[in-house]
């Protein structure tokens, strides 16, 4: 079966660098002026030369959003079963040359930290874990789905990537949606910074979102690690496979995210630093581009940076995250994956969304609706 693997192939990544760095402000304009915008419009809006033009970037993000999501922000949280990971990756303190701890949560554990994301309000969960298939794996998803299904709305899940087989055995499970990140599109740097392991395969990983496609499930995300390459380049490609599995894989919903490469125990320096400004453009072309995707924000970005982008594009948020297993009760001080930096509490967040006018939600629908 074709995947977008065989478009992605036909691309050369310093071509399609140039040409975004070769668009003018002509391009901009015309990007803005579109009705409906296309690839190339997308490279005008992520380019150097869209700079001038963010205030008017912004305005029209927030429009489109107000227009498709209304004045809602989706609320969730992180819940980290795992540390275990047999992948090397030189930006993640899980990796496994980390020579630290190692823990996964049993049964009882997860209650524990089940009632505390509760008692925050939460209604949708994440599940995360480092990417080990001898303690984590496709049957220990499956206990821990049944285990939470009753507690949660909805269920996220950002793990290894899986076959299709396995995926079409968790979504009766209750799985919701499946979130797994290119980190990039630059080949020779994707080899670089995963140098051993299940991850080192480019291709298993890229073609992952084509498996979720065919397993049928609600929802996927989609981004890249911001810091490994050139941030215009790896987003390019990141619209251009959103573009891609949305024709394909009408039914099934799109999420995406900009993770910007944070501190951790033994971290990596980013190659290429994006400033707060460029992260506010890089968010307004994604929503200037594609009116139906879903824009979410996590807590590696600063409280700040977060109370000022509320209204420009975001549709979820995260708040009160941990990011180590059994960080919310059982275990606060094991491994952490990377030192978050907006700290404030889930309710802290949700009045500063009310004091701009919009309300957070904890729960957007019922799986009894589906
Ligand atoms: S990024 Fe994922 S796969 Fe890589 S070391 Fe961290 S947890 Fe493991």
Known sequence: MSSFNDIFETYNWDDTKASIYAKTSADVERALAADKRTLEDFKALVSPAAAPYLEQM????????????????????????????????????????????????????????????????????????????????????????????PHFAHISMEVQPMDLEDYQQLTPYGLNTVLVYQETY??????????????????????????????????????????????????????????????????????????????FSGGLEPKVEMNDRELVQLICAYRLFNEEVELSISTRESANFRNNIIKLGITSISAGSKTNPGGYAVEPESLEQFEI?????????????AQQGYEAVWKDWDSCLT
Not at 101 to 107: G, V
Not at 341 to 353: G, L
Request: glycine share 6%.
């Open 58 to 149: 912004a305005q029209i993000s927030q429009r489109l959003t107000l227009k498709r999501f209304g004045k809602v922000l989706q609320m969730y949280v992180p819940l980290y079963l795992s540390n275990e990971c047999s992948n090397i990756c030189t930006y993640c303190g899980f990796s496994y040359d980390n020579k630290v701890k190692r823990k996964t949560l049993s049964p009882m554990e997860i209650m524990q930290e089940v009632a505390v994301i509760k008692e925050m309000g939460y209604e949708h969960v994440l599940l995360v874990t480092g990417e080990d298939n001898v303690n984590v794996h496709v049957d220990y998803f499956k206990k821990v789905l049944e285990l939470i299904r």
């Open 186 to 263: 630059h080949k020779e740097d994707y080899k670089k910074h995963h140098p051993k392991g299940k991850k080192s395969n480019f291709k298993y990983r890229v073609e992952t979102p084509d498996r979720l496609g065919q397993a049928g499930i609600h929802k996927m995300g989609l981004g890249v690690l911001i810091g490994l390459e050139d941030w215009r380049t790896d987003c390019f490609f990141t619209a251009m496979h959103l573009n891609y599995l949305e024709k394909k894989y009408w039914q099934t919903k799109y999420s995406l995210s900009f993770p910007r490469l944070r501190p």
């Open 341 to 353: 930096s907006d700290e404030r509490s889930p309710a802290e967040i949700a009045k500063i969304i």
